[in-house]
Structures are given as C-alpha cells and as structure tokens.
C-alpha cells in the first residue's frame, strides 16, 4: 500500500457519519478520496470540507444497490487520479420493527443496500486494484456481524452477510495466488452518527443508538488504520470486541441479555409515527458527522459496563459449573 498521501479511496455512504468522518480523516493525511453516495448535496458539503483539511476529494453522486452505477464510480476514480488503492464499504440503512411489521420492500432495500451494495464495490474495484499493483477493500460491518439485537432482523442479516463477503473473497485471492489485496472488515459499536435519524421505524417508538456511544472519529481511525496496515478484522469501540467475546463464551445467555438490553435502550421515550427514513430518498443524508447524542455517553458506558458484568459473571458460573461436572 502506498503512503496515504499518495494514495487514492473510495468511500461509499460518504455524505455523512462514519463515511463523512473516514474522508476527513483520510484529507487530513492527504489522500485523494472519491466520495459515493446519494445526496448530491452532502457530497459537495464533505467534499469542499475535504479541501479545506488539505485533501483533494471528488463526489460522485452513486446508488450502491446499481451495480453499473458503482462500476462507474470506479472508472470515474481512475479516469481523475489515475488509479484506486483502497476501496471502503460503507453505504448503510436500517429499517426497525419486528420482522412480521416490516414491509417486504423496505427488509430487501436494507440487504440490498449493505451486502449488495457492498459485493458490487468487491466486483467493482478489483479490477483497478489489480491495476493499481495491489491495494486495500474495507467493509464496513458492525459488531452485529457478530451478535444480534432485535427489531433489526435486515440490519443484522445485512452485516452478517458483509462479514462472510468479505472472509470468502479473501479465500478466493489467496486461491487464486494474488497476495497483492487485502480484505479488511471492521466492526464497529454503536456510533453517534444521524444513523438513527435516517432509519425506517416501524416500532411507534422514537429510535436512539445503544450505549455506549463511540464518536464517529472512533470508526474512521479504525478504517485508515486498517488501510495502511491491513488486517482481517478490526473492532471500532471496546464494547464490540467485548460483546462478541461473551457471545462466543455464551452465546444464548448473551443472546438473551442483549435482547433485553436493546429492548430497553435502543428507544426513546416519546412515539414516534411510521417512517420509511432514508432508505429509498435521496436527500436525506445533511454531511453530518455525528447524530448528537453525546450527552448519553456517561450513563450509556455506566449501562453497558452492567451489561458486560452480568453477562461476564454468567459465563464464568457456566464455565465453572462445566468443570465441576467434568470431574
């Protein structure tokens, strides 16, 4: 991989939170970033606030759910830098409600979105890696590529899905001898970003993040870091490396723990009436990094902290419980 400053990326669900924040971050550096998505708006808000971190961005209005859409992403990055080195999966939406309220439409928009948006960026930018001599694919999964909450069944399905995208086309380069492509796949926890505000929600209940609460800086460091030294996976936030931890020692204990957990902490107070948020507008998205909901963070890391303690307590009486028996 060539130094960042030299380097050429493409980020999609570039228009705000952690697409917005990873192009800051990579202007900073002074990589060229081509940012993808829908909101001609936004893009050009991101993109001149990329110039003015002293980067070169180019924004290229882009619906990841059209593959000939994302195949000209591609070629319209090579055509203005000359090649692509890196290539991050981001574009995301989320609809809430149980999956027996949700129209079908809006559940296939959600997969259409993050996994196959996400396997047309795989198709679409290896060719130019291989012609750039090598580079980096990032996907952008969630920690709930590895555990689940409820009232998100397409989200959840979605990011599982990313995460077996991204194993599988790491074992067809290694098959096919190219050691010259790294997959990366990131997990970040609960970010503050307009995420929340953009989803469909069909639960009658206003939507808030799970605590605790990570700045979308945490997620953007974590995808540049996994650019310029690649690695399989990396976690943005302790909480998701510590959630699949327990899920891994026990799964339906932590199963049913964060069912009960989301189901008290990923609403509001207030109703809310039925919206199809962003999943099929185009100018939703406002540049925004983060969704403004610092002033949770202490009692969401005080709430989370309990969470991991019962479910760390738990484990640790199954386990114990499991050798008694051994012996």
């Not at 994302?70 to 609809?95: C, I, M, P, Q």
């Not at 026990?250 to 008290?264: D, S």
């Amino acid at each position: 991989m060539r130094s960042l400053d030299e380097s050429v990326v493409v980020v999609t669900g570039a228009s705000s939170g952690i697409g917005a924040a990873t192009a800051h971050e990579l202007a900073r550096r002074g990589a060229a970033v081509v940012l993808a998505a829908r909101s001609v708006d936004a893009l050009e808000t991101v993109a001149d606030e990329c110039h003015s971190l002293g980067g070169r961005a180019v924004p290229v209005p882009t619906d990841v759910t059209d593959l000939a859409a994302v195949e000209r992403l591609a070629t319209r990055a090579a055509a203005v830098f000359g090649r692509v080195d890196a290539w991050v999966n981001n574009a995301a939406v989320s609809v809430y409600g149980r999956i027996d309220e949700v129209p079908v439409d809006q559940w296939r928009r959600v997969i259409d979105v993050i996994l196959m948006g996400s396997a047309y960026g795989v198709r679409a930018a290896l060719p130019y890696l291989r012609a750039a001599g090598g580079g980096v694919l990032v996907n952008n999964a969630s920690v709930l590529a590895g555990v689940t909450m409820p009232y998100i069944t397409a989200y959840d399905t979605a990011k599982h899905g990313v995460r077996g995208l991204s194993n599988t086309v790491r074992q067809e380069l290694r098959a096919a001898g190219d050691h010259t492509i790294s997959v990366c796949t990131v997990l970040p926890a609960s970010i503050d970003t307009p995420f929340f505000r953009h989803a469909a929600n069909h639960t009658g209940r206003e939507l808030r993040p799970p605590p605790p609460v990570y700045p979308p800086e945490v997620a953007a460091r974590t995808i540049v870091r996994a650019i310029q030294r690649p690695t399989r996976e990396a976690y943005a936030g302790a909480a998701a490396r510590a959630l699949e931890f327990q899920w891994r020692m026990a799964p339906a204990l932590t199963e049913r723990l964060l069912g009960m957990y989301a189901a008290r902490f990923q609403f509001g107070p207030s109703p809310a009436a039925p919206t199809t948020g962003a999943l099929f507008a185009e100018g939703v998205a406002d540049a925004r990094q983060d969704g403004g909901w610092h002033g949770r963070r202490r009692r969401a890391v005080r709430a989370t902290a309990a969470l991991g303690l019962a479910a760390g307590t738990a484990a640790g009486t199954v386990a114990a419980v499991a050798r008694r028996v051994r012996r």
